[in-house]
């Protein structure tokens, strides 16, 4: 997928959601955050919708909108964040999942773009306890065998945030986001027991928190091809369908 960021929305008309009769809705979650001096502050968002038309392009899903705005709290002390809290991102889920049930779509899908939406872990917790209808993507074991695929150097953990996974996907799906200088702003955070105590500020002056310089189009490219392979197993665990 290539393209200006408005091609990140979906652009589908109601009659072609009647004709594709889809089972299963996919929602891309972002955020609006820092992101070092070399993304942009919709950084996730572009990854989860990116994320998301792979996807649709590949299984028979309603494309949905993103939430551009969630729970960026521990980015507070870098200029542009926004944030709501995590009461408000559930309940702007429930409010989709009851307005997608009475069209008759039951399944969903959240692509998550951003590691501090903690919440969505209980959101999709809770929606299953009457049977599978709401799954998470990419899980931790989707992106690493994205990264094992895609033959990243980093591991999740060291290439938190704006660094070598980020910046692939994104020279290869919308590199006019990419500014210049992500080569020279490599940061290793170290261990970070007190993230949500002192926020990303306690250990990154530049907001990064990975291995940008790292980053190349073909392994943003793997990465993508990986993470639509393993979402068929989301499919199979809801009981949707192709």
Request: glycine content about 10%.
């Amino acid at each position: 997928m290539r393209g200006s960021v408005v091609s990140l929305l979906p652009t589908a008309t109601s009659t072609d959601v009647q004709e594709l009769q889809p089972r299963v809705a996919v929602l891309p979650v972002g955020s609006f955050e820092q992101h070092g001096r070399h993304l942009p502050l919709i950084t996730d968002t572009a990854i989860a919708c990116i994320i998301s038309q792979e996807i649709a392009d590949a299984y028979r899903v309603h494309l949905l909108p993103p939430i551009t705005m969630s729970c960026s709290h521990e980015h507070a002390a870098f200029p542009g964040t926004v944030s709501i809290s995590a009461k408000t991102l559930y309940a702007m889920i429930d409010d989709i999942r009851a307005s997608l049930a009475r069209s008759g779509i039951h399944k969903l899908v959240i692509v998550n773009g951003h590691g501090g939406n903690y919440v969505l872990s209980n959101v999709v917790q809770e929606a299953n306890v009457d049977g599978p209808a709401v799954t998470l993507f990419p899980l931790g074991a989707d992106w690493d065998q994205a990264r094992a695929h895609a033959g990243l150097v980093s591991d999740r953990h060291a290439d938190m945030h704006a660094g070598e996974i980020e910046t692939s996907i994104l020279l290869h799906a919308a590199p006019e986001l990419v500014r210049e200088g992500y080569s020279e702003a490599d940061h290793d955070g170290g261990p970070r027991p007190f993230l949500l105590v002192q926020g990303m500020a306690a250990y990154t002056k530049s907001g990064v928190i990975g291995f940008p310089a790292l980053g190349t189009a073909e392994k943003g490219k793997a990465v993508l091809a990986s993470l639509t392979e393993s979402f068929a197993l989301h499919v199979a665990a809801l009981g949707g369908s192709r």
